[in-house]
C-alpha cells in the first residue's frame, strides 16, 4: 500500500510533467499587426546625372513689340493693300499689251520697203502699189494706237512711295527714252512720206527719216521687253 503523502507526491510530479509537455502559447500565436515588423521605405530613385555636353533650352523669340513696332505699325494698312493690288493688275496689262504691240510693230518694220519706190538715179522709179502703202500705214496706226494704250497703263499705275527701281526695271524705263520719242516720229514721218508717194513724188526731206527712225524705235522697244521679261516663260498668260 502507498501511503496518503506518497501518493500526493506522485500527483504532483505527473501534473508538472504535463504541464511541461504543452506547447508555448506565445510562440505559436501569430503576431498581430502592431507587432509586426514595418517594411522599410524604398529609397527615393536617384535623379539621372546632367550631361555636360547638353544643350541649354533655346530662348524664346522676341516679339515684334520688342523690336520696336508699335501695334499701328505691324496691322495691315487696307489702303497700301489696295494701292499694291491695283498696280499689280496695270502692271499685268501693260505687260501684255507690251507684247501684242511688237507684233504689228515688227510687221510695220518688215513691210517698209515694200511701201517705199524703188529707183536709182538714171533709172526709172518703181512707185509701189496704193496696196501695199495702205497695208503699211495700217500697219503703222494699229502699232500706234497699240504702244500709247501700253504706255498709258504703266504711266497711269499707282506708285508705292518709298520704293526705288533698280536692275532690269530701270534699264526698261531709261529705253522708253528712246522708242517714246520715236513712236512720236515715226507716224509723223510716215505720214509725210505717204504723202509724197501718193502724189507720185519720191520720198525727201525728212520724211526720209522714216525708215532709220522706225528701225532704231523698234530695235529700242525690243530691248526693254527682253529687259524684264528674259528669260522669257512659256508660261507668261497664266496668272
Known amino acids: 500500500m502507498i501511503s496518503a503523502p506518497a501518493r500526493l507526491a506522485l500527483a504532483a510530479s505527473v501534473v508538472f510533467y504535463s504541464c511541461a509537455s504543452l506547447p508555448n502559447a506565445d510562440a505559436q500565436q501569430p503576431a498581430t499587426p502592431s507587432q509586426q515588423q514595418e517594411p522599410a521605405t524604398k529609397p527615393a530613385p536617384a535623379s539621372p546625372p546632367e550631361l555636360p555636353n547638353a544643350p541649354a533650352p533655346a530662348p524664346a523669340e522676341p516679339s515684334l513689340s520688342d523690336l520696336g513696332f508699335t501695334q499701328d505699325q505691324t496691322q495691315a494698312d487696307p489702303k497700301l493693300q489696295a494701292m499694291l493690288k491695283k498696280r499689280t493688275e496695270m502692271l499685268k496689262i501693260?505687260?501684255?499689251l507690251g507684247l501684242i504691240t511688237a507684233a504689228p510693230m515688227v510687221a510695220a518694220l518688215i513691210t517698209g520697203p515694200m511701201a517705199k519706190a524703188k529707183g536709182k538715179n538714171g533709172q526709172p522709179i518703181?512707185?509701189?502699189?496704193?496696196?501695199?502703202?495702205?497695208?503699211?500705214?495700217?500697219?503703222?496706226?494699229?502699232?500706234?494706237?497699240?504702244?500709247?494704250?501700253?504706255?498709258?497703263?504703266?504711266?497711269?499705275?499707282?506708285?508705292?512711295?518709298?520704293?526705288?527701281?533698280?536692275?532690269?526695271?530701270?534699264?526698261?524705263?531709261?529705253?522708253?527714252?528712246?522708242?517714246?520719242?520715236?513712236?512720236?516720229?515715226?507716224?509723223?514721218?510716215?505720214?509725210?512720206?505717204y504723202k509724197q508717194e501718193s502724189a507720185g513724188e519720191k520720198v525727201h526731206g525728212i520724211a526720209s527719216a522714216h525708215g532709220a527712225v522706225a528701225v532704231v524705235t523698234t530695235a529700242a522697244y525690243g530691248a526693254s521687253i527682253i529687259a524684264v521679261s528674259w528669260p522669257i516663260h512659256l508660261k507668261f498668260w497664266e496668272k
Request: glycine content about 10%; charged content about 10%; cysteine-free.
Open 94 to 96: 501693260h505687260q501684255r
Open 126 to 193: 518703181q512707185e509701189p502699189t496704193q496696196a501695199n502703202l495702205d497695208f503699211h500705214a495700217a500697219l503703222g496706226g494699229a502699232t500706234t494706237a497699240l504702244y500709247f494704250s501700253t504706255a498709258y497703263f504703266a504711266i497711269r499705275a499707282p506708285r508705292v512711295p518709298g520704293t526705288h527701281k533698280h536692275g532690269a526695271i530701270r534699264m526698261h524705263e531709261a529705253l522708253a527714252f528712246i522708242h517714246g520719242p520715236g513712236m512720236i516720229l515715226t507716224p509723223i514721218l510716215g505720214i509725210m512720206a
